[in-house]
């Protein structure tokens, strides 16, 4: 049962109700900003990790199942929202790799609004933030909530596409250097929008992953037929085509 519009947006991306998904992420990330839903933290904290990540996650799936609803006029919408407070936090934090991680967002905004050039110059001056910050551990940063969620957005996204973006093709193999952290914008500059093509190809946006179990006994697919599991948002669908799943 869903238990925040978070949730409930999951269940509307399985039921394919991309105009409902996207008001409903709507509302994930403005309840997320007034801390009043999810992580509950305090989303303008300058001093802090960047809680802002999960709304800027909600916001850009918002913008995407709108897209899909052919919904173009809040699409765009969503997507200058976003864009608006990934600049304004970009402005404002004290961290120069949270300030990178915004730009992140900023380009992923873009790309949605199909604003390409744009996108790419944003990619671009994150790689470059986070060259400036240079911070000594980059694993460590790459685990704070703003850049976890991006790399969330990102992950969600591509599994409309054939090559799903795991973490560790998000970051490289460098975990203790820079590179950790630049990769993720070269990796988004160049993926990104080939992603978005995907997804309109598709015409469908999955749900997120979640908790997953291979080769259940316990579900298979209707549709499908496979016993691949997923649990999100209170919903269990079938990892490959989230259909929901049935008891044999």
């Known amino acids: 049962m ?22 409903l992420y709507s509302q994930a990330a403005y309840a997320e900003l007034a801390e009043c839903e999810g992580k509950g933290r305090d989303t303008f904290d300058t001093e802090g990790r960047g809680w802002v990540g999960y709304a800027l996650d909600a916001l850009v799936v918002a913008a995407v199942a709108y897209r899909v609803a052919g919904a173009t006029d809040r699409a765009r919408n969503r997507a200058l929202q976003g864009a608006l407070v990934a600049v304004d936090q970009r402005d404002n934090v ?11 967002f900023v380009g992923d905004f873009r790309v949605v609004a199909g604003k390409t050039e744009a996108a790419a110059e944003a990619y671009d ?26 790399a969330d957005t990102i992950s969600h996204l591509s599994r409309n596409t054939s090559a799903a973006v795991t973490w560790d093709d998000l970051h490289g193999p460098a975990p203790s250097r820079v590179e950790y952290l630049t990769h993720r914008a070269g990796f988004r500059k160049r993926r990104m929008p080939a992603i978005l093509r995907a997804v309109d190809e598709a015409g469908r946006l999955h749900p997120p992953r979640g908790t997953t179990e291979h080769n259940s006994d316990d579900w298979v697919c209707p549709d499908c037929r496979t016993n691949e599991v997923n649990w999100i948002g209170g919903e269990v669908v079938c990892l490959d085509c989230s259909t929901r799943m049935e008891r044999p």
């Not at 238990?3 to 998904?21: F, I, N, P, Q, W």
């Not at 004290?94 to 992140?104: I, N, Q």
């Not at 986070?130 to 980059?138: F, H, L």
């Open 94 to 104: 004290r961290s120069g790799v949270l300030a990178a991680a915004c730009e992140e």
């Open 125 to 150: 001056r994150a790689a470059a933030a986070y060259e400036r910050a240079d911070p000594d551990d980059p694993l460590e940063w790459s685990t704070a909530p703003l850049l976890h969620a991006a």
């Open 2 to 23: 869903a238990d925040s519009h978070r949730d409930e947006g999951v269940s509307a991306l399985v039921d394919g109700r991309y105009d409902r998904a996207g008001d």
